[in-house]
């Protein structure tokens, strides 16, 4: 896609449908991205990977936003880690409007990490 990175390359083996529709991720990407950048800025939209469909149907080829040097987070070193995290976090923490009740960014609560706000109860 243009002079951006590519990420990493998929194959469509895993696939899981989101949504009401079923859609699979690199389908409805556009749309989720759109909203992102909408609701919290070019900055947290920037930090998602966009997916490609390879025209031979076979595959998906995630790129970066951004042109320029993509390192694994992994081969990043302490220093250079915190500020990755802390970019990601300076985004979500200014951008998401929370209540005064318990709140977060991960899936089940979680003491002191953010969670996206389900309590875990199952009815």
Not at 9 to 21: A, E
Not at 59 to 82: K, Q
């Amino acid at each position: 896609m243009g002079d951006r990175p590519t990420l990493i390359l998929t194959t469509r083996l895993g696939v899981r449908p989101l949504g009401v529709r079923g859609e699979p991720l690199h389908a409805v990407a556009g749309q989720l991205l759109a909203v992102i950048r909408r609701r919290l800025g070019d900055g947290p939209a920037d930090l998602l990977a966009e997916p490609q469909l390879r025209e031979s149907g076979d595959g998906i080829d995630w790129y970066a936003a951004r042109s320029g040097t993509v390192r694994p987070f992994s081969d990043l070193n302490d220093t250079e880690r915190a500020a990755a995290l802390s970019t990601i976090d300076g985004h979500l923490i200014k951008k998401i409007r929370v209540g005064s009740g318990p709140h977060g960014l991960c899936v089940y609560p979680q003491p002191g990490r953010y969670s996206l706000g389900h309590t875990g109860v199952f009815r």
